[in-house]
């Protein structure tokens, strides 16, 4: 035997060594693959508890677990405190934070002092469809109530059953794992619109459709039905207004048309709508919306690990995933790429802020003219002016990243907002004049704290009233849940109870 096939020997047995070790590598990926293609069914009683999925889906689960680590809090009352005086008289002016993780979108519901300090189960100032973009909890109990009885009665009537954050449920089958949107509302809007339904749409589309069962304009439409004993209940809604298209104009002419308000402003009386966060509405007249880029595509990446690829479910903003996200498409660098982004926020930002201060002041210089004497009939134009200039501000920049979703939409809406708030400006002035005042100029309204007390809100009571709720009845809520088997606390809430918020500090 030659010195060289003693060697190739060698050689072939470490060769064959190495090709035995990968293939049992093979064999267990293999494996994880069929066990990952199985399609596991989640039993229906657990499918809200997204730990029960994770058996399955360790990936999935464990970078959708992720969005624990987004849990900055940004006060926007302190950051813009002109919103206190455009949102006098209505929730938003007693606390408003920007969003963050899903993680925390339950929990932040539970806090934010809108949601008031309720002692039982029939009290507190907002209705049930407070917790729809909160929780797969929700669609369990439309379909264990009835969608009807789920819409009817105080926010506080569920506590104790919707206590699980945005999770698998939300999003996907518990049968075959498919992507699946359960709660009815979002369909009832695609067909009123004349757009295909979720079960009808491009596979591409139900990448966004996910997200536009929440990340969508709503108002809580009432509803009379009877029960199943005959009584006559009100149910509040939650509908989105697409009838007229999927547009700022449509929906203000929608609500015109019903003659809808969300709120009389407590300044100057105008009877207002709040936007919501048309998201998916304003990134439809995107380029990325145009060209058919989903959500997905850029807030939740493919991730190879291994052989395995998966989506990342740690829903965040995508300029910390760029590689990921956008270098697929882009050849710019990454550096380049977000300075373009950023200078589309300061030119939104620009006028967001003239925005804002013009209705402001609009609200306070209405004010001031009812206090010289000025009739409603000589302030209707002035207030409808202010009612469209508020809602298309609004609109703009309630689904805050729109200025990247759709730039030219959101500069747009800002224009006309702007437009129209300086139209009631100059109005006012006329009538200010008329009645005697001269060169009035509106208080100061720089910080949260002014702003708030322009707007008359009690602050201090509020977060008193919060604090023992937090105490009381929400501890309960979850004792009861756990005692139920829909809650696995230890699983679900872990630094929850002492999250940040806007009163804590
Ligand atoms: C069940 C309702 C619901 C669904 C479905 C949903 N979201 Fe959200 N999302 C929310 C709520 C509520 C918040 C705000 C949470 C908070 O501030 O506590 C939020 C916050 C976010 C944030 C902010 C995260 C951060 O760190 O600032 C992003 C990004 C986001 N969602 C993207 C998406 C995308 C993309 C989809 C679809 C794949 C989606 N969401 C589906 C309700 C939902
Ligand atoms: C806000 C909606 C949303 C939530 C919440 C969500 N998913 Fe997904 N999931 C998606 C989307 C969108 C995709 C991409 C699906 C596609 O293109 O087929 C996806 C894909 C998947 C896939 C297919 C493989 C992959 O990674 O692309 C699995 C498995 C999965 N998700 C499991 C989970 C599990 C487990 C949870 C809970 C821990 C979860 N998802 C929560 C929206 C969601
Ligand atoms: C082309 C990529 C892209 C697409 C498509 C996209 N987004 Fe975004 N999204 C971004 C970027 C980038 C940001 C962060 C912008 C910023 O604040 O600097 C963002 C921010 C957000 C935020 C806010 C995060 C925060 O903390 O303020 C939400 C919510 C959101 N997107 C939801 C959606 C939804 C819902 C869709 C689909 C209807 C969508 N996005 C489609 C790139 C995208
Ligand atoms: C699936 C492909 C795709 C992905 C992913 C994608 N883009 Fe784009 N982007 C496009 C296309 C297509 C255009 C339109 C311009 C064109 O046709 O060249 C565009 C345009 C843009 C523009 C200019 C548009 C404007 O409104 O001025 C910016 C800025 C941009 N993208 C940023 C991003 C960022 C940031 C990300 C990641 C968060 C991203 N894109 C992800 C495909 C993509």
């Given at each position: 035997m030659g010195i060289n096939f003693k060697l190739l020997l060698a050689g072939s047995v470490v060769a064959i060594g190495a090709m035995a070790l990968l293939a049992s590598s093979i064999n267990e990926r293999e494996q994880e693959r069929v066990e990952l293609h199985k399609t596991p069914v989640i039993a229906k009683s657990i499918e809200n508890k997204s730990e029960e999925w994770a058996r399955y889906y360790p990936r999935q689960y464990s970078s959708w677990k992720k969005?624990?680590?987004?849990d900055e809090l940004t006060d926007m009352l302190k950051e813009k405190s002109q919103l206190a005086v455009l949102w006098a008289g209505y929730g938003f002016a007693k606390d408003y934070n920007a969003p963050r993780g899903h993680y925390y979108a339950l929990q932040d519901n539970v806090n934010t002092l809108r949601t008031g300090a309720p002692v039982?189960?029939?009290?507190?100032?907002?209705?049930?469809?407070?917790?729809?973009?909160?929780?797969?909890d929700v669609p369990r109990i439309q379909e264990r109530d009835g969608e009807l009885e789920y819409f009817t009665g105080k926010w506080s009537k569920y506590g104790d059953e919707i206590v699980n954050t945005i999770g698998c449920a939300s999003c996907h089958s518990n049968e075959t794992g498919e992507l699946l949107v359960r709660v009815p509302h979002l369909d009832r809007a695609l067909k009123s619109a004349g757009l295909p339904t979720f079960a009808e749409s491009t596979h591409q589309e139900k990448r966004n459709l996910v997200c536009a069962q929440c990340h969508v304009e709503y108002y809580f439409q009432k509803t009379e039905w009877k029960d199943k004993d005959g009584n006559k209940k009100i149910a509040k809604v939650v509908t989105l207004p697409w009838a007229n298209g999927l547009t700022a104009e449509g929906a203000e002419k929608y609500y015109n048309d019903m003659n809808f308000t969300d709120w009389t402003h407590k300044i100057s009386k105008t009877k207002m709508l709040k936007t919501q966060h048309p998201g998916y509405e304003l990134y439809k007249t995107g380029i990325h919306g145009q060209k058919g880029v989903s959500c997905a595509d850029c807030h939740m990446p493919y991730t190879q690990e291994g052989s395995v690829k998966y989506s990342d479910h740690q829903l965040q903003n995508p300029l910390e995933t760029m590689d990921r996200s956008c270098m697929n498409c882009h050849r710019e660098s990454e550096k380049k790429l977000k300075e373009i982004v950023h200078r589309k926020y300061e030119r939104k930002d620009q006028l967001h802020e003239i925005a804002m201060d013009n209705l402001a002041k609009a609200h306070l210089e209405t004010a001031k003219a009812m206090e010289a004497g000025a009739t409603d009939a000589e302030l209707k134009d002035i207030r409808a002016n202010i009612r469209s200039a508020q809602w298309n501000w609004d609109y703009a920049v309630a689904s805050h990243p729109a200025f990247f979703h759709a730039p030219e939409e959101t500069l747009r809406l800002l224009a006309v907002a702007n437009e129209k708030a300086q139209n009631a400006r100059i109005g006012l002035v006329g009538v200010l004049a008329k009645h005697g005042v001269m060169n009035y100029s509106a208080p100061d309204f720089s910080t949260k704290e002014k702003a708030q007390k322009l707007a008359g809100v009690p602050f201090e009571k509020l977060v008193a009233a919060k604090l023992k709720f937090k105490k009381t009845l929400e501890k309960e809520w979850y004792k009861q849940a756990e005692a139920k088997g829909t809650l696995n606390a230890k699983a679900s809430r872990q630094g929850l109870d002492d999250v940040e918020t806007a009163y804590s500090k």
């Open positions: 969005t624990k680590e987004q039982d189960d029939k009290t507190g100032p907002m209705p049930t469809a407070c917790w729809t973009c909160k929780s797969p």
